[in-house]
């Protein structure tokens, strides 16, 4: 597989990488390749968001019902107390406190591929008045992100 080096490379090796860890080792031997190159593949955050929001729209261009799947995940950062951004979250598979990234992540899906189209990270409920309005709000851009792609599409949320 030849893939030349632009914009569009990482987000396809990671739409492409399905075994395994997505490591930039793995999404290497994808197209022969270091994981140092493929590192340096990758772009700033919105550019990255904007590429993968791109591929979407010609993924799913001629569908006429789509899904957006939301899925909220933590990110563990166990010895990293003074790294900023980092809160003490409930990790629910060891049952207890861990200090870590809270994502929230959108993605498209026709239910045989998934493009995601936007991610945001957030904080622990000590820094929200409201933590579940914050929560929501986040999904409602979510889901404005997706009719704005997706004009004249069927959107569902899942």
């Known amino acids: 597989m030849i893939i030349s080096n632009n914009i569009t490379t990482y987000s396809f090796l990671t739409i492409l990488t399905n075994v395994g860890k997505r490591s930039f080792e ?9 994981g140092d190159t493929i ?4 772009r700033p955050g919105p550019e990255s968001l904007e590429a993968s929001q791109h591929i979407a ?4 261009a001629n569908k006429k019902e789509l899904i957006i799947a939301i ?7 166990i010895y990293a107390h003074m790294m900023e ?17 809270k994502l929230i992540v959108a993605a ?14 957030t904080f622990g409920k000590e820094f929200y008045s409201n933590p579940s309005q914050a929560q929501e709000l986040t999904v409602k851009f979510f ?3 997706a009719a704005k792609l997706f004009p004249n599409t069927k959107l569902q949320l899942f």
């Open 71 to 77: 899925d909220e995940t933590t990110i563990k950062k």
């Open 108 to 121: 498209i899906t026709d239910g045989k591929y998934t493009v995601p189209i936007g991610a945001a990270f």
């Open 39 to 42: 590192s340096r593949m990758l």
């Open 57 to 60: 729209q010609q993924i799913f």
């Open 143 to 145: 889901i404005q992100t």
């Open 85 to 101: 951004g980092t809160s003490w979250l409930f990790d629910t598979k060891i049952g207890r406190s861990i200090t870590a990234y």
């Open 26 to 34: 793995n999404m290497g031997r994808l197209i022969r390749k270091s």
